[in-house]
């Protein structure tokens, strides 16, 4: 069965600390890995990483993805209290178009 | 990217009855989903929306309970059908497809049932 796992569930740092969650998933047909923050009730997309795009990188987020180990980083630098939020990663199966498989997420507080 | 809009955006039902959830798209897209994400979880797919056909639903989830409309290429519906308060939970809808670059998701629809 497909799965995607992420480590820690929750954690809690305060501002300017440097965070790395993680994201490891069993796919049988991967196609790409998206990683999604949300706040309230709407997950916004940060990034997405293929075969062809395996490290993106915005402002104080980056990622990574490694598809010998099938995991994948996010990397947060110079933590702000804004990024508090659930992030979540996804994967996406190729043969089904489309669906998304979801990752626990992982919460994280950012304490002033 | 796309704009997608959902109504309503929360809800308190009793139990027994049923709710019917919008979801808008400002563009034609190709591919139209259905998530829940229950208290505490993460998001769980009830189904793919298609166009002019029955929805695709996934293992756990049937149209019975779940009825999903789609009549174009830019608006769905779906209804949570004789509800219980274990179908309290976040619902949300996301488009994917042709012209977007990755999956983009409503604003959700909180719904909490008595």
């Known amino acids: 069965e497909d799965k995607v796992v992420q480590s820690p569930l929750s954690l809690v740092v305060h501002e300017g600390d440097t965070v790395t969650l993680n994201c490891s998933y069993e796919v049988t047909n991967f196609r790409s890995l998206l990683w999604y923050k949300q706040e309230k009730k709407a997950p916004t997309f940060l990034f997405m990483l293929?075969?062809?795009?395996i490290e993106k990188k915005s402002g104080r987020l980056s990622s990574i993805l490694d598809k010998k180990e099938l995991s994948s980083i996010l990397n947060i630098t110079a933590t702000q209290t804004g990024d508090s939020a659930i992030y979540l990663c996804a994967v996406e199966d190729r043969s089904n178009t489309g669906k998304l498989i979801f990752g626990q997420g992982t919460t994280l507080q950012v304490k002033p | 990217s796309a704009v997608i809009s959902q109504k309503p955006s929360r809800d308190i039902c009793q139990r027994g009855t049923s709710l019917t959830i919008q979801c808008q798209v400002d563009s034609q897209v190709t591919m139209m989903f259905w998530y829940r994400q229950q208290p505490g979880q993460s998001l769980t797919l009830i189904a793919t929306?298609?166009?002019?056909?029955?929805?695709?639903?996934e293992s756990g989830f049937v149209i019975d309970k779940f009825p999903i409309s789609r009549p174009n290429l830019t608006f769905s519906t779906l209804t949570v059908s004789n509800m219980s308060p274990e179908d309290s939970s976040i619902y949300l809808c996301s488009v994917d497809g042709v012209g977007l670059d990755t999956q983009y998701f409503g604003p959700g629809t909180r719904l909490t049932v008595l």
């Open positions: 293929t075969s062809s795009g």
């Open positions: 929306a298609n166009q002019g056909s029955e929805a695709t639903y």
